[in-house]
């Protein structure tokens, strides 16, 4: 399946690149590294996680001062991607709350992050051997690593996180913990049946037995598509568009 090449804007610079390109951009990105919440970059770091049980007090203190920097797309259409920036004294929950809010939430289903194969659930499940979403980030998780996390068992939205960097540093007073710094822009459907005009919904049979392309339809083709109208959801900048009940 041919994948799309998306841009998105830099929230700092308001550069455009894509996905691939923007996680080094928003390493390097001047006006990111001159912000109040950012350190000068002589004092950013990767950060290593030390497995050594002899870990130093000072080493121990400064795990609880970084800012990640994470990449999320879709598991299955990459041209849906975003980059965040999270205190590292938030918790998985508030990740999952944050992706619910961008991307996600229709009818307050189920989700689980997979990390190192250990899975992390709100309602923690003794079936699974699950854990609480309710564990820092600066606990868990260090720069180039990658994981997965599921919304909705049923119809499913299935995403990729990985851990881009982290800096010193903490997310300014009275500033939100995590920060949307990159998004994919708005793609453009042209509709499946006429092949003229830009396509504004979205049938979810179709979605569910084709691709996007083929189930996005303008609103006078969706008139007479085969499936009706009241199958039809709007075509959102989400991977979650045409899943389930979710409009955006």
């Known amino acids: 399946m041919t994948r799309l090449l998306t841009l998105g804007k830099c929230a700092y610079c308001s550069g455009s690149f894509s996905g691939t390109i923007m996680a080094r951009h928003l390493e390097s990105c001047k006006v990111r590294h001159a912000s109040p919440s950012s350190q000068s970059r002589d004092r950013e770091y990767i950060l290593l996680r030390n497995n050594n049980k002899n870990n130093n007090k000072n080493n121990n203190t400064a795990q609880h001062h970084i800012v990640y920097l994470l990449k999320v797309s879709s598991k299955y259409f990459s041209e849906y991607w975003l980059f965040m920036e999270a205190d590292g004294m938030c918790k998985l929950e508030d990740i999952d709350s944050f992706l619910r809010d961008m991307w996600l939430e229709c009818c307050g289903h189920l989700s689980c992050f997979t990390i190192n194969s250990q899975r992390y659930e709100i309602q923690p499940d003794p079936w699974f051997s699950s854990r609480s979403m309710r564990v820092k980030l600066n606990k868990i998780l260090e720069p180039g690593m990658i994981f997965e996390y599921v919304y909705d068992f049923g119809s499913s939205t299935e995403l ?78 989400s991977p979650r568009s045409g899943e389930c009940g979710y409009t955006g």
């Open 160 to 237: 990729i996180l990985k851990v881009i960097s982290g800096r010193l540093g903490k997310i300014k007073k009275g500033r939100k913990p995590i920060r949307l710094v990159a998004r994919n822009d708005p793609i453009l459907f042209e509709c499946h049946t006429c092949k003229e005009a830009t396509a504004t919904n979205i049938c979810s049979i179709c979605r569910s037995e084709r691709s996007i392309k083929q189930a996005s339809f303008c609103g006078n083709c969706l008139k007479l598509h085969e499936c009706g109208e009241d199958m039809a959801l709007p075509i959102v900048n």
